[in-house]
């Protein structure tokens, strides 16, 4: 079987050994499905373009340091980063 070329699965470091090579959808995924919500509902309510979730959960796309570090924090504590968010009074209606 091969692999589309549509999804790629791209790795965090090419240069990474195979134990320590992660893919950008697995950690991506890892953080979306432990809140629970969908795509939509993720991206809504953590402030993430809809469109670059989805191009990261495909395996099309690389996050960047700062939605990297973005994600840790909500995987450590989405609750803290709702607070957050309400308090900036950048919560979606």
């Known amino acids: ?8 699965d791209l790795p965090m470091r090419h240069e990474a050994p195979p ?24 991206a809504a309510t953590f402030g993430i373009d809809l469109e670059a979730l989805e191009a990261l959960e ?3 796309a690389i996050p960047d340091a700062a939605l990297l570090s973005y994600l840790a924090v909500i995987e450590w504590s989405p609750n803290a980063v709702l607070e957050a968010l309400d308090r900036a009074g950048r919560m979606p209606d």
Request: positive net charge; contains cysteine.
């Open 19 to 42: 134990r320590e090579a992660f893919c950008a959808r697995a950690i991506v995924q890892r953080v979306r499905w432990g809140t629970g919500l969908s795509q939509t509902h993720f």
């Open 1 to 8: 079987m091969t692999l589309s070329l549509d999804h790629p």
């Open 58 to 60: 495909a395996g099309r």
